[in-house]
């Protein structure tokens, strides 16, 4: 479990980045991050994992205060982060020793550090490629070896920080795809910034954060249904939700209140079997 507990932080010690900030996510929860350039997002994130700590306030990390610097080590392998850039979090030129660079700082030693690396390259669907090196992978190969080195610590908390912001359609899919099998079949807690909404729409919860603020949090179907706060925050409701309001707006009656397009297909579909 996470905990921001009135939480305010601030880079240079004028203008607040958060403001007292309150929310808690539970062990096995997905929650999507969403807010408008600048909005704290990413400062959000680092607080998770130690990399900042508040000015005031606290956040805890399965009980672990960040604030602690005795605590720094444990939290950062229970909450392993994947960040925006595939090229900065590559530090070693075979992938093997790539995903083996995080356990082996935790002490982790063969066999047992073999076995983690294999398996963490299976979970990302480059299972047999050790041995391939680091440069001549694709970005999005790169966020999975990324991804791969974080799973070999055996975190419990996934961060990812607009991790596939920087890949293409397939790569963003491939991250995602993997984002949510590790989220469904192990029961990963799961913390995602994104600028993309159709992705926020396929977690348990979202948080939207607007000027170091969070203004709204509920499920994607609550948040995506107050399209007019969103805006206010910055943020445009997903295609779905806004060709639904278009389709109302014009008599199509709806059934529910889609906001995925394969949600939206359907009710399209049933309206017209209907009438
Ligand atoms: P987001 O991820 O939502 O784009 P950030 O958390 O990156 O937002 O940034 C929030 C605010 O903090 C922005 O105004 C940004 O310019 C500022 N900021 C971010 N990182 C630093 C830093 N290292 N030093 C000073 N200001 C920063």
Redesign the pocket.
């Known amino acids: 479990m996470i905990t921001f507990s009135d939480v305010s932080f601030t880079?240079?010690g004028d203008?607040s980045?958060l403001s007292e900030l309150a929310l808690s996510i539970d062990e096995g929860q997905f929650v999507c991050v969403l807010?408008?350039?600048?909005?704290?997002?990413?400062?959000?994130?680092?607080l998770i994992n130690a990399l900042l700590v508040p000015d005031t306030g606290t956040v805890t990390v399965n009980g672990m205060d960040t604030n602690n610097p005795d605590n720094t080590f444990a939290i950062r392998s229970t909450a392993g982060a994947v960040f925006q850039n595939p090229d900065d979090q590559i530090v070693a030129s075979l992938v093997e020793n790539d995903v083996a660079f995080g356990p082996e700082n935790l002490g982790i030693e063969n066999p047992e550090l073999r076995k983690r690396v294999e398996e963490s390259l299976a979970k990302v669907g480059l299972a047999g490629s050790g041995k391939r090196e680091t440069t001549a992978l694709s970005g999005g190969q790169k966020q999975r070896v990324a991804i791969a080195g974080v799973l070999a610590m055996h975190p419990s908390i996934l961060i990812f920080?607009?991790a596939s912001a920087m890949l293409d359609p397939r790569g963003r899919q491939d991250v995602l795809n993997i984002v949510e099998r590790l989220h469904h079949e192990r029961g990963m807690t799961v913390v995602m910034?994104t600028q993309h909404m159709e992705e926020a729409a396929r977690c348990d919860r979202i948080a939207v954060?607007d000027d170091?603020r969070l203004v709204m949090t509920g499920s994607p179907r609550e948040v995506f249904g107050r399209v007019e706060e969103l805006r206010a925050a910055g943020l445009d409701a997903p295609e779905a939700v806004q060709m639904r309001e278009t389709l109302r707006q014009a008599g199509m009656p709806l059934a529910g209140d889609p906001i995925t397009l394969e949600e939206l297909a359907q009710a399209i579909w049933q309206s017209l079997s209907n009438n």
């Open positions: 880079y240079t203008t980045v807010g408008a350039n600048g909005s704290g997002k990413s400062t959000f994130s680092k920080d607009e910034i954060l170091g």
